[in-house]
């Protein structure tokens, strides 16, 4: 997202399938014109072997997980490949931090930095903490006014407050399976009864170009939002992103602006793509995730990802 106001479509949850539409060679990693702004944080030419360690950020649904929750083929060994080469992998998604856990378990991960909640949170792996992880930055906001001005909108939406590391405070239930940890009912008041790193919007009904028409006739000026496949809207602090947290684990980790790599297929991946020496967008991803790409790769169902996996080692 390039700017507070600007309604981005996201696949932040895995509760709608993403449209089909693939390169015509599977699983290789085509070649598509790069937008202006894409890679502009780099330093030096987009990140390939041999330009030493590399920080490659990966989204999860729609890039490495299907939208029926399978692990694309190859892509536990493709990552462990890359790690055995040196390099830092991470995962960067719109997930809170107890879906992405789970995730990382299924993927051999146990070192070195997560990227929960569209940048919100961004947590450590730790062997010698009782979680196996910390949490090494929080961002939040207080959420009220986004809360009152859709709520007036949106009578009968369901809206949620995550909890980090714990679940979501809501003010009904959402359909099962769409919100991970503990859903702790409350009244609509108590959602902002403190400042919090993510608020959810579902709309039952509701399309979604009816939401991201809502969101850019409200303005909400003073939050990042995206708007999902679905009637589903996150809404994260002013200016935090994907791209944003990444660029602070690049600095602790010491990686060079031009040696990271980001794979991703949402809108809430535009900016990471945008930000990575080496943006990589999925075969199935709407035009505007291909345009911020430097390359193309595969869609989910060709395991994409791997391809791209593949060529850093």
């Not at 590399?54 to 083929?73: K, M, N, R, W």
């Not at 536990?76 to 789970?102: D, F, K, Q, T, W």
Request: glycine fraction near 12%; charge should be negative.
């Amino acid at each position: 997202m390039t700017g507070p106001s600007q309604a981005v479509t996201s696949t932040t949850r895995p509760d709608a399938a993403a449209p089909a539409g693939a390169p015509s060679h599977p699983g290789e990693v085509a070649p598509s014109g790069t937008a202006p702004g894409a890679g502009e944080t780099a330093a030096v030419s987009p990140a390939r072997p041999g330009e030493g360690p590399l920080l490659v950020a990966l989204d999860i649904d729609g890039t490495i997980l299907s939208h029926e929750d399978v692990l694309s083929e190859g892509v536990v060994e493709a990552i462990a490949a890359v790690r055995a080469a040196g390099h830092h992998v991470m995962l960067s998604s719109g997930r809170s931090l107890i879906a992405v856990l789970p995730i990382a378990e299924r993927l051999g991960l146990d070192e070195g930095y997560m990227v929960c909640s569209n940048g919100s949170v961004t947590a450590r792996f730790d062997a010698s903490s009782p979680t196996g992880y910390v949490v090494d930055e929080v961002i939040t906001f207080n959420p009220e006014n986004a809360l009152r001005l859709l709520r007036d909108h949106l009578p009968d939406a369901l809206f949620a407050v995550e909890d980090v590391g714990v679940g979501f405070r809501m003010n009904d239930l959402f359909p099962h399976g769409e919100l991970d940890g503990e859903h702790r009912v409350v009244d609509f008041e108590e959602l902002w009864s403190g400042e919090v790193t993510r608020v959810v919007v579902r709309g039952p009904g509701a399309t979604s170009e009816e939401f991201s028409e809502l969101a850019r006739s409200l303005g909400l000026s003073d939050v990042t939002y995206a708007v999902g496949w679905t009637a589903w809207m996150d809404i994260a602090p002013l200016g935090v992103t994907k791209a944003s947290a990444l660029e602070r684990v690049r600095g602790l980790l010491g990686v060079a602006p031009g040696a990271t790599v980001a794979v991703g297929d949402g809108s809430n991946d535009i900016d990471m793509l945008r930000w990575a020496g080496r943006g990589v967008a999925m075969g199935h991803a709407e035009p505007e995730v291909k345009e911020a790409a430097d390359e193309v790769t595969g869609s989910i169902d060709e395991a994409g990802a791997v391809a791209v996996l593949r060529s850093l080692v």
